[in-house]
């Protein structure tokens, strides 16, 4: 399937669906703003502190991980034990890195600035315990690497489009200014808070009509092909 066959519209919907998020979750702005500007941490601490985030997140969600991140932050920071603050197992998997850490910091850097260097980098970062599968494009995204996330809400997605997710993200960030990691994010959060729908009938993503107001107060159905559009 070529580009120029993907509805038109999963190009325009993106940036009202992104506007709408925005304005109305403080955690897509958050996540958005690091996905946009990010950059590789400037030191090995700061290396374990995002591997911790993307192991306390593979397994739960957000909101329940922030309180676990705030307890470890400051034993991360003073190099005290981290086995009462998350899972024993957690814990440990962190810890081996916090002590190896200037060797992989120095590793995943060098990989960074490679020509193939996101490749290299997630399967580098697949490497490291716990990192397997979507985790480490988690954390590829976290150290600043143009990556989208193939989880399963993107793969749904990208599937009946028959684009992997990192090519579908390209795409779609194609002259929005958007970064394909922000992209992957922003739709990632849409599927997430119910505005997308992932069906197997092709690519039918979202067919709610927003409050008043919202959108410009416009009927929206976002990035979606309309049943009998699918080529």
Not at 57 to 76: C, F, G, K, N, S
Not at 93 to 119: C, F, H, N, Q, W
Request: charged share 25%; net charge neutral.
């Amino acid at each position: 399937m070529s580009d120029v066959s993907l509805p038109h519209y999963l190009k325009d919907g993106y940036l009202p669906l992104r506007d709408h998020l925005l304005a109305r979750h403080v955690d897509v702005r958050f996540d958005y703003a690091h996905c946009q500007s990010r950059r590789f941490p400037d030191s090995p601490e700061g290396f374990v502190f995002e591997f911790a985030w993307a192991l306390l997140t593979a397994t739960r969600h957000r909101a329940e991980a922030r309180p676990i991140m705030d307890r470890l932050a400051p034993v991360l920071k003073s190099g005290g034990s981290l086995f009462d603050q998350c899972e024993p197992e957690e814990a440990a998997r962190i810890e081996a890195i916090r002590i190896d850490r200037k060797k992989r910091y120095a590793t995943a850097r060098a990989l960074v600035s490679r020509d193939d260097g996101p490749t290299a980098l997630v399967s580098f970062l697949q490497t490291l315990p716990g990192m397997s599968g979507a985790t480490g494009y988690r954390l590829a995204r976290n150290l600043g690497a143009d990556v989208a996330v193939p989880d399963a809400s993107l793969t749904a997605l990208a599937e009946p489009l028959a684009k992997p997710v990192q090519g579908l993200c390209e795409y779609v960030a194609d002259g929005t200014g958007d970064r394909s990691a922000s992209v992957g994010l922003i739709l990632s959060r849409a599927i997430e808070y119910g505005l997308l729908l992932p069906t197997a009938q092709g690519p039918v993503v979202a067919v709610q009509e927003h409050q008043a107001g919202d959108l410009d107060g416009r009927r929206s159905v976002l990035l979606g092909a309309r049943r009998g559009d699918r080529p």
